[in-house]
């Protein structure tokens, strides 16, 4: 499986983004697929997952209500909408997927938050 994100830039305080991520390859074997992101000066920290046939999610305690994890099976793409972005939210975000765990990454996009 391949994945491939997109979406990120620069965007100010209170801005809107929506990072996309498109999956190639042996597509057929993904339950779940994930946001994460690495802050500044942070580990990879979980964003939200979603599984991919059910579309049942989960999200971080900082992203809950801010951020919208969505799919497009027919287009083997995820989505992440995110809206009223702070600074702290600024990191790479990398999509992830996997039958079980998180086996298959992306490359990362970069979102930058401006205060």
């Known amino acids: 499986v391949q994945l491939q994100a997109s979406g990120g830039g620069l965007v100010q305080a209170g801005g809107s983004l929506r990072l996309s991520c498109a999956a190639s390859g042996r597509t057929a074997i993904i339950y779940k697929m994930a946001w994460f992101r690495q802050t500044p000066g942070k580990d990879r920290e979980f964003v939200t997952e979603?599984?991919?046939?059910?579309?049942?999610?989960d999200y971080a305690d900082s992203v809950k209500g801010r951020f919208t994890i969505s799919r497009d099976n027919a287009k083997n793409t995820m989505y992440l909408q995110m809206h009223f972005l702070r600074a702290e939210d600024t990191g790479v975000y990398y999509c992830?997927?996997?039958?079980?765990?998180?086996?298959?990454w992306g490359q990362g996009t970069l979102v930058t938050v401006s205060s």
């Open positions: 979603i599984t991919w046939r059910g579309g049942v999610t």
């Open positions: 992830a997927a996997g039958p079980r765990q998180y086996d298959f």
